[in-house]
């Protein structure tokens, strides 16, 4: 009896690879493990690499050539022709590695390319008992398209908006290419969604701008006003993938890579006040204050969040001006003064410090 110390007594084994491919039972395959459960892991990863092996053969989906590969393996693994135990399976089995390895990167390709969804799917897949009106815009100005409910959509140049002539009872959906402006009218009891590639965008009542170009690597939700919903859409579905969102405040942005189907979220580029830059809240004039007490009327003026050691900055007395100058300037500005620095994670601003002498 040979002992199957390794992987390789399995795979030259012809009585073990036609139990395991052609489903002929012997009596002494299906014992094997009860006599010696301590072979349990090398014997699964046998079986499993010549079932492995049985499926790479059968697809008709890969670009192979057969020839090549045997060439190539009989010419580099001449050790496989020097040792007779090896059989013809054990070539197959470094075929099948070989396989993944000059191929591998085509999957990930396809499979990537597969999961991308384009605006004229999206459009031809929805049901709607009235045909959808699509709006584009060629011209270098902004068009304005206005929607039954009160909402506008201002479109950016090159860009594309479906959208049907009435809504349905439960929702209100609009599907874009492109790039555009959404300010939404509030219907508590009937969200919006806005449908952008792999993304989807769900509001109840609020603006925001999404971009996203069938050519683009990115799609980007930035929220100006209001909260939305983020969440990427895939072609199957096993969960609601809402439950994996992301919820978006103003000055803040969801990223989402079509790539690598990765969403993260992120402050935008240039935050604006989410008070009128005419406040008296936003100009201030600070006089011997704790520097907290700046950084708390930054982070509600700007809605962002300011992170910061309230113990190691308790004893930061600063006198400083806040006026029209972008946050970042400002940022700059109590930083030098606290001899600190500041960083932006998860789209939260936090205050690094050792504290004032």
Sequence with gaps: MEKFTDLQDFLSNESFI???LNGKASEFWDN???KHPEKKVLFDEAKNMALRLQEAESSQDLPLNQDKIWNRIESEISILHENPRWNSWVLKIAALVLLVGSFGFWILNQKTEQEKITYSELVKS???PNPLIEVQNNSNEVKRVYLEDGSTIS????SKISYPRHF???NRTVFLSGEAFFEIAKYP???FFVYANEVITKVLGTSFTIRAFDKDENVTV???TGRVNVFNQRRINV???????IILIPNQQAVFNRESSSLSKALVAIPMPIISLESKELIQRFDEVPVSQVLNSLARNYGIKILYNEDILSKCIITTSLKNEPIYDKLDLICQLIGGTYKIVDAQIIIESNGCQ
Excluded: H, R
């Design 18 to 20: 036609q139990w395991v």
């Design 32 to 34: 094997f493990l009860n």
């Design 126 to 128: 929805f049901e709607t």
């Design 155 to 158: 479109l950016k140049k090159n």
């Design 168 to 170: 349905a009872k439960e």
């Design 189 to 191: 009891k009937k969200p």
């Design 222 to 224: 930035s929220v100006k």
């Design 239 to 245: 969960s609601d993938p809402e439950t994996n969102g």
